[in-house]
C-alpha cells in the first residue's frame, strides 16, 4: 500500500487524540445570564447627555460615541464625531476592540432608549465591559442640551448652574445661536417709550 | 466567534443562492474529477471492485468533523449556530432503502447523476429523468406520505448525544470506524476480480 495513506492515517488518528487530550477551554468571552442579570439591575451603564456633551466640548479622547440606528437616521443627524454602527450590524466586526482602548467610554445611542439598551445587552453578552447609554438618546439630548428648559427661580442652586452649562452647550453644538425661551412665571417685558421732548420750533 | 458566516451576518442572507451556486459548481467539479460521473465506478462499491466513493465520502466526513470541531474549539465558529437536520426515524429508514435501491440499480446519487448529465452520459440523463418524476410523484401524493414523514421525530439530534459520548471521544471513534472500512474495502477490492470500465 502507497506511503501515503500510512501518514494521513496515522495525521487523522493524531487529530481525533488531540480532540481527547485538549482541556475544556473557558469560554470567558460570553457573559453568564446570571452576571447579565446583575448588569442589568446596575443603573451605571447610563450616562448623562450632561456627560457627554461635557466629554464632547472637552475633546475628551476617551469618548466613543457609537449611533446605533439606521444608517439614513445618522445621516439625517447625529452627534458630533459618532460612529454609525446600525443595531443590525452591531455583532457583525469585532469593532469594540478598533474603536475602543482599554480606558476608552463606548457610549451607544440612538433616538430613544431602547436600540441602545438592546445592542449594549448583545455586547455585554460578549463581555464587553467599557459600553454605557446615553440614557434618553437623542430625545433627551434635545430637551436638555439643544433646546434647555428654565429652572424656576427658586431652584437649587445645582441646578441653576446646570441650565447655565446647558445654554452654553447649546450655543456650542448648534454654532454660536443662543437658545430662545421664556423664564418660567416671568411677566412679558413692556417697553415704555417716553414722549419725546418737543424741540421748539422756530422762534426769534 | 467569526463563523457561520451568514448566520453571524457577515455575510448577507441575500448571498445565500449565490454561494451555493458556487460550492455546488466546486462540488460538481471535484466529483467529476474523482470520476464519480461514471456509474460504474459508483456501482462498484456495491459488487466490491472499487471503493472509491466510501473512502471519498468518508474521508471527506472526517475532514469536515475535524474541521468543525477544531474551529469550534477555537472559537472561530459558534457550533450552536449551525443547522442541524431533524432526524425523522421512519422517514430515514424508507428514503433511504428507496435511495439504496435507485443507487444499485441505476448507479447514480442525484448529485452525481448531475454530473453524468452534465457531461452528456445517456445513463445519467436516464436516471435524472427518472428521479424527477419520482420528485413529481412524491409530491403530488404528498398527503399519503405525509404521515410517515413527519413520524417519530427526534429533533435535531446529533449521534454523540443520543451515545451520551462526548464530540472528541466520537470524532476518534469513527476515525478508527472509516480506517478500519478503508483496510477492509482494500481487502475485498484486492480480492474482488478487477473490472474494466
Known amino acids: ?204 | 466567534m467569526t463563523g457561520p458566516l451568514i448566520p453571524m451576518g457577515a455575510i448577507g442572507q441575500s448571498w445565500d443562492l449565490v454561494i451555493a451556486l458556487l460550492i455546488g459548481m466546486a462540488f460538481g467539479y471535484v466529483l467529476e474529477s474523482a470520476g464519480f460521473s461514471s456509474s460504474r465506478k459508483l456501482a462498484g462499491v456495491f459488487y466490491g471492485y472499487d471503493f472509491t466513493v466510501l473512502r471519498v465520502f468518508f474521508t471527506a466526513a472526517i475532514t469536515a468533523m475535524l474541521g468543525l470541531l477544531y474551529f469550534g474549539y477555537m472559537g472561530w465558529l459558534d457550533l450552536s449556530m449551525i443547522y442541524v437536520n431533524e432526524t425523522y426515524v421512519i422517514a430515514t429508514i424508507v428514503g433511504g432503502l428507496i435511495m439504496g435501491l435507485g443507487f444499485i440499480t441505476g448507479g447514480y446519487c442525484p448529485g452525481t447523476s448531475m454530473c453524468g448529465v452534465a457531461i452528456g452520459k445517456i445513463d445519467a440523463m436516464v436516471f435524472t429523468g427518472g428521479m424527477f418524476v419520482g420528485i413529481l410523484i412524491f409530491s403530488e401524493a404528498f398527503s399519503l406520505f405525509e404521515g410517515i414523514y413527519y413520524s417519530n421525530s427526534l429533533g435535531p439530534v446529533k449521534v454523540y448525544d443520543s451515545l451520551g459520548l462526548s464530540s472528541g471521544v466520537f470524532a476518534l471513534l469513527l476515525i478508527v470506524v472509516a480506517l478500519v472500512a478503508f483496510v477492509f474495502a482494500r481487502i475485498i477490492q484486492n480480492k474482488v476480480k478487477k473490472v474494466d470500465y
Open chain 1, 1 to 204: 500500500m502507497n506511503k501515503a495513506y500510512y501518514i494521513l492515517a496515522a495525521f487523522l488518528i493524531i487529530l481525533g487524540v488531540g480532540l481527547l487530550v485538549l482541556p475544556e477551554r473557558d469560554r470567558p468571552d460570553e457573559a453568564s445570564p446570571r452576571e447579565l442579570l446583575g448588569d442589568l439591575r446596575n443603573p451605571s451603564r447610563f450616562i448623562s447627555t450632561d456627560k457627554v456633551a461635557e466629554m464632547l466640548i472637552d475633546k475628551d479622547p476617551t469618548l466613543v460615541l457609537v449611533d446605533v440606528r439606521d444608517m439614513y437616521d445618522n445621516l439625517d443627524f447625529s452627534l458630533p464625531g459618532a460612529h454609525s454602527i446600525p443595531l443590525e450590524e452591531i455583532l457583525v466586526y469585532d469593532w469594540v476592540d478598533s474603536l475602543a482602548y482599554e480606558k476608552s467610554k463606548v457610549v451607544l445611542f440612538s433616538n430613544s432608549d431602547i436600540k441602545a439598551e438592546q445592542a449594549w445587552l448583545l455586547l455585554k453578552r460578549e463581555n464587553h465591559n467599557n459600553i454605557h447609554v446615553m440614557k434618553g438618546g437623542l430625545n433627551c439630548w434635545f430637551e436638555t442640551i439643544i433646546q434647555p428648559t428654565a429652572p424656576p427661580e427658586t431652584a437649587a442652586n445645582d441646578e441653576i448652574d446646570r441650565y447655565e452649562f446647558r445654554k452654553g452647550a447649546s450655543i456650542y453644538f448648534t454654532g454660536g445661536s443662543a437658545p430662545i425661551e421664556t423664564e418660567a412665571g416671568a411677566e412679558p417685558v413692556v417697553v415704555r417709550r417716553k414722549n419725546k421732548t418737543q424741540v421748539v420750533e422756530g422762534g426769534c
